[in-house]
């Protein structure tokens, strides 16, 4: 078992519609919960930040965190065309400095 | 923001041949790069951890000898991928931490190198 579980996709949704990206994880240590959305042949560029649970919101995104499920998701609201990337959970503990990524959600919004 | 400048963008090298990929953290000390090698419709996989001034941890199954890094300064880390051959193509990106709260910033990633070796 992977210790960091992403539906690869892809995922396609008409523009406007509400975009739902989870992830699920199975090291209870993990404290700090990212998003990172890449365009195609670019870097993976930070979206999102939450250390341990609750959620968080930043314009159009949502990132929740519940600790209890080992679960995380990203919501994204109003979708855009624009917002079409591969977008990566990565999850992290306490003092050590390695981040482990999910596989990626290959996410499309179609005009 | 954080930003790590990372060159080239791509490079076309010939079989046999080495190719150095630099990472510049231009307004942050990176005492930590993490280099990555990406394949097509997959995930990050983590090739190597560097740290100023010291040598390199790579990852299980990655040659070192064919994989040179180099963390010489808190603001360059360089990849040298050593007699390439064509499946050494691949997207490789960098990215660099800051000091033990690296997670309090997450990464700050490279736009990536994509390496097409003929």
């Known amino acids: 078992q992977k210790e960091v579980e992403q539906d690869p996709g892809p995922l396609s949704v008409p523009e406007g519609a509400i975009v739902s990206l989870n992830c699920t994880y199975s090291?209870?240590?993990?404290?700090?919960f990212m998003w990172y959305r890449q365009y195609s042949r670019k870097g993976p560029e930070l979206l999102m930040y939450t250390y341990s649970s609750g959620n968080k919101e930043d314009g159009r995104f949502t990132a929740q965190v519940d600790k209890s499920s080992k679960y995380i998701s990203l919501f994204i609201r109003d979708s855009q065309p624009s917002d079409s990337a591969t977008y990566l959970c990565?999850?992290?503990?306490?003092?050590?400095?390695?981040?482990?990524f999910g596989q990626g959600t290959r996410l499309t919004i179609n005009p | 923001g954080a930003v790590v400048s990372q060159h080239p963008s791509w490079v076309i090298c010939k079989s046999g041949t080495s190719v150095k990929i630099e990472c510049r953290s231009l307004?942050?000390?990176?005492?930590?790069m993490f280099w990555y090698r990406q394949f097509p419709k997959q995930s990050l996989m983590l090739m190597a951890t560097?740290?100023?001034?010291?040598?390199?941890?790579?990852e299980q199954g990655v040659e070192k000898d064919k994989f040179l890094i180099n963390h010489a300064s808190l603001t360059l880390s360089t990849l040298t991928v050593t007699s390439a051959h064509p499946e050494d193509s691949s997207f490789y990106i960098c990215?660099?931490?800051?000091?033990?709260?690296?997670?309090?910033?997450?990464?700050?990633f490279g736009s990536g190198t994509r390496l097409t070796v003929v």
């Open positions: 990565a999850m992290g503990v306490q003092g050590a400095q390695k981040l482990v």
């Open positions: 307004d942050f000390q990176a005492t930590t």
């Open positions: 560097s740290n100023e001034g010291s040598k390199a941890t790579y």
């Open positions: 990215s660099g931490v800051r000091g033990q709260g690296a997670l309090n910033y997450g990464y700050t």
């Open positions: 090291n209870s240590a993990f404290q700090y």
